[in-house]
């Protein structure tokens, strides 16, 4: 089945700018989706199809997707977008929800 | 909104059940599917199943043979049911909407803890 792969970690100052990444065979050619989770709530969507945001989310995130990897920019990082980012696709060949490992961002 | 209840704690070898209430929209409307996921202590987000209004159903490959999802348009409900759950399934079971074909969990409930213990 289809595998998305995660670093378990990035840490950045605030104010800089987080980068993370979600790896796939060819995940260029899919729809990548991005969740975040904070300690004790819910995920709640943060990218859709690789760049688009909810109206709710600011600019200061944004997402990009090519060749074997899909990319979450959190720019001008603060405190509180400290928490845990998921990837995610539908793989059409085995009609599967797939998701990555997720990654903790902190805040140093 | 999507709201979890059923019991929080299961005995081994027993069945899993829970029901996700849906309010503010029809569980009918043609452009969602509607999804579990669940979460180990301390664990990612694992993917179970989701469902259409049609009854059209979508499982993990690894949980199919002990799973089934059901939709109830006339309630705005729908209900998982795992049979034979061991201790590795205690986690946060979450309900969510999914939206089109790239299957968007845009909108999620709070969660509910399940423990399986005797």
């Known amino acids: 089945s289809y595998v998305l792969t995660q670093a378990p970690s990035v840490s950045v100052a605030p104010g800089t700018t987080a980068t993370i990444t979600c790896g796939g065979d060819?995940?260029?050619?899919?729809?990548v989706h991005w969740l975040q989770q904070k300690p004790g709530q819910a995920p709640m969507l943060v990218i859709y199809s690789d760049s688009d945001r909810p109206s709710r989310v600011p600019e200061r995130i944004s997402g990009s997707n090519s060749g074997n990897t899909a990319t979450l920019t959190i720019s001008r990082v603060e405190a509180g977008d400290e928490a845990d980012y998921y990837c995610?696709?539908?793989?059409?060949?085995?009609?599967?929800?797939?998701f990555g490992g997720g990654t903790k961002l902190t805040v140093l | 909104q999507l709201h979890e209840s059923g019991p929080g704690l299961v005995k081994p070898s027993e069945t899993l059940s829970l029901t996700c209430s849906v309010s503010?929209?029809?569980?009918?409307?043609?452009?969602?599917?509607w999804g579990w996921v669940r979460q180990p202590p301390g664990k990612g987000l694992q993917w179970i199943g989701s469902?259409?209004?049609?009854?059209?159903?979508f499982y993990d490959p690894s949980l199919k043979s002990r799973l089934t999802i059901s939709i109830d348009t006339s309630e705005n409900e729908f209900s998982l049911k795992l049979t034979s759950v061991t201790a590795a399934e205690t986690a946060v079971y979450y309900c969510?909407?999914?939206?089109?074909?790239?299957?968007?969990?845009?909108?999620w409930g709070q969660g509910t803890q399940v423990s399986v213990s005797p």
């Open positions: 969510a909407r999914v939206w089109g074909t790239y299957r968007i969990f845009d909108y």
């Open positions: 469902v259409y209004y049609t009854g059209k159903t």
């Open positions: 995610q696709v539908w793989d059409s060949s085995s009609d599967s929800v797939i």
């Open positions: 060819n995940i260029g050619s899919k729809s």
């Open positions: 503010g929209g029809s569980i009918g409307d043609t452009s969602y599917y």
